[in-house]
Nanobody
Framework: QLQLVESGGGLVQPGGSLRLTCSVS????????IGWFRQAPGKEREWISC????????SYADSVKGRFTVSRDSAKSAVYLQMNSLKPEDTGVYYC???????????????WGQGTQVTVSS
């Protein structure tokens, strides 16, 4: 069973940057696509990005395209979400998640981390 742990959240001013890390254990990261989601207070969870396991193809929600970049490092069993030009509306709990092994990025995610809080405020 894959375990995922997010880290790197915190308080940042508008326009600032943060890098989130999703640390993976229990199985090889090479078998999994990894998605990023966030949930703002009072709102539903929102998909924001995904990186595939084979060609490292990436995809982004329109709300973060051009500002966020997802990457992965199999040697470190980690997936990163670099967040630049942060806005107050980016505030929320950020989660990484994985679909079943060998699946590509899509709509089904079975394994989730516990989340890390990101707050964008002056």
């Amino acid at each position: 069973q894959l375990q995922l742990v997010e880290s790197g959240g915190g308080l940042v001013q508008p326009g600032g940057s943060l890098r989130l890390t999703c640390s993976v254990s229990g199985s090889s990261l090479d078998y999994y696509a990894i998605g990023w989601f966030r949930q703002a207070p009072g709102k539903e969870r929102e998909w924001i990005s995904c990186i595939d396991r084979r060609n490292y193809g990436t995809s982004y929600a329109d709300s973060v395209k051009g500002r966020f970049t997802v990457s992965r490092d199999s040697a470190k069993s980690a997936v990163y979400l670099q967040m630049n030009s942060l806005k107050p509306e980016d505030t929320g709990v950020y989660y990484c998640a994985a679909p079943p092994a060998s699946w590509s990025c899509g709509t089904q995610y079975d394994m989730w981390g516990q989340g890390t809080q990101v707050t964008v405020s002056s």
